[in-house]
């Protein structure tokens, strides 16, 4: 469970930033936005796994 959570975090990380990268080429604040809290998001779970692995 542990690898294939942190493959989605990252594949989220990866598609956050690509939206945040197209968001500020198109000037498109909303999108850019939505980039960044994507990859916020991504990286709180990541550390959370992080945090599970290290009670293992």
Known sequence: ???DDKVK???DEVA???KETWGKV???ER????GKGQQTSANLKQAGE????AFR
């Open 1 to 3: 469970m542990g690898a």
């Open 9 to 11: 975090n990252k594949a």
């Open 16 to 18: 956050g930033k690509a």
């Open 26 to 28: 198109t000037d498109d």
């Open 31 to 34: 999108l850019e936005a939505e």
């Open 50 to 53: 992080d945090v599970k692995d």
